[in-house]
T-cell receptor, first 113, second 112 residues
Framework: SQKIEQNSEALNIQEGKTATLTCNYTNYSPAYLQWYRQDPGRGPVFLLLIRENEKEKRKERLKVTFDTTLKQSLFHITASQPADSATYLCALYSGAGSYQLTFGKGTKLSVIP | DVKVTQSSRYLVKRTGEKVFLECVQDMDHENMFWYRQDPGLGLRLIYFSYDVKMKEKGDIPEGYSVSREKKERFSLILESASTNQTSMYLC???????????FGNGTRLTVT
């Protein structure tokens, strides 16, 4: 069966360090992978999309990598700040023709001042 | 900016009641979605719609139905609310397949 796993439920890091979150998947052949941020009591907010033919994507302090051989995406936040504390979700479409976006359970990141 | 508006932030209903959750988006998006989010289970897709009057079941459609009479509005209906439907319900919309989802801020439903 198809599965998306975000390896850590929670991650604590010191302010200024780089946070690295992992998303692994099985039995998908995704054309692209998405990352979202969710704050308590709010809906998820889209951050980045990376396509299967892209190894890396950057946006300001965010970087996403996508390794279709390892079936893994890494999400990095450099120079982390307390305001980056949130839950981060990765998401995949079930297939090229699918409308169904399936989410991982998320990693709750806490950046400690 | 896309705005997805869910009609209620908090809702308390009794077991057996019929419950309507409303969602409106203002960006002419073709696709709309209803998810529920529960601790330890993450976001799970209930239903989605890729056009007016079109609907498709997601992973957990049992006990729910949907209605999309206009492009901007997507309603989730709990025909007979049960306590196991207590959850956070999130509506989202998007452009065609593969596009990022834009979420509303959710309706926290409690069924007593």
């Amino acid at each position: 069966s198809q599965k998306i796993e975000q390896n850590s439920e929670a991650l604590n890091i010191q302010e200024g360090k780089t946070a690295t979150l992992t998303c692994n998947y099985t039995n998908y052949s995704p054309a692209y992978l998405q990352w979202y941020r969710q704050d308590p009591g709010r809906g998820p907010v889209f951050l980045l999309l990376i396509r299967e033919n892209e190894k890396e994507k950057r946006k300001e302090r965010l970087k996403v990598t996508f390794d279709t051989t390892l079936k893994q995406s890494l999400f990095h936040i450099t120079a982390s700040q307390p305001a980056d504390s949130a839950t981060y979700l990765c998401a995949l479409y079930s297939g090229a023709g699918s409308y169904q976006l399936t989410f991982g359970k998320g990693t709750k990141l806490s950046v400690i001042p | 900016d896309v705005k997805v508006t869910q009609s209620s932030r908090y809702l308390v209903k009794r077991t057996g009641e019929k419950v309507f959750l409303e969602c409106v988006q203002d960006m002419d998006h073709e696709n709309m979605f209803w998810y529920r989010q529960d601790p330890g289970l993450g976001l799970r897709l209930i239903y989605f719609s890729y056009d007016v009057k079109m609907k498709e079941k997601g992973d957990i459609p049992e006990g729910y139905s949907v209605s999309r009479e206009k492009k901007e509005r997507f309603s989730l209906i709990l025909e007979s609310a049960s306590t196991n439907q207590t959850s956070m319900y999130l509506c989202a919309s998007s452009l065609p397949k593969g596009s990022p989802l834009h979420f509303g801020n959710g309706t926290r439903l409690t069924v007593t």
